[in-house]
């Protein structure tokens, strides 16, 4: 499956960007990661094809996944923006409930979202 994201860009602390990541076939496990200069790629969200989502303690409550399965698309709309969550975001698509990188096997190229102070 190949994923192709969009939508990042510049935005100033406290405001708000969307992510959207489209597949070309059907995907079961959707997840966005997301990698800071310097720093390991991380778990941010996941949603089951089913409905059910997962996220990383620091954008809860901030950040929300969403899909529409019929288009094989996933989307990351991102609230409440922090400098920290500066990071070039990549949507990934795997077969396991898991936060860990290893278990996707389909990544987008990556998206640079820049939150400024």
């Known amino acids: 499956v190949q994923l192709q994201a969009s939508g990042g860009g510049l935005v100033q602390a406290g405001g708000s960007l969307s992510l959207s990541c489209a597949a070309s076939g059907r995907t079961y496990i959707m997840a966005w990661f997301r990698q800071a200069p310097g720093k390991e790629r991380e778990f941010v969200a996941l949603?089951?094809?089913?409905?059910?989502?997962v996220y990383a303690d620091s954008v809860k409550g901030r950040f929300t996944i969403s899909a529409d399965n019929a288009k094989n698309t996933w989307y990351l709309q991102m609230n409440s923006l922090k400098p920290e969550d500066t990071a070039v975001y990549y949507c990934?698509?795997?077969?396991?409930?898991?936060?860990?990188?290893?278990?996707?096997?389909?990544w987008g190229p990556g998206t640079l979202v820049t939150v400024s102070s």
């Open positions: 949603i089951v094809r089913s409905g059910g989502t």
């Open positions: 990934a698509a795997g077969n396991l409930i898991l936060r860990s990188a290893t278990a996707y096997d389909s």
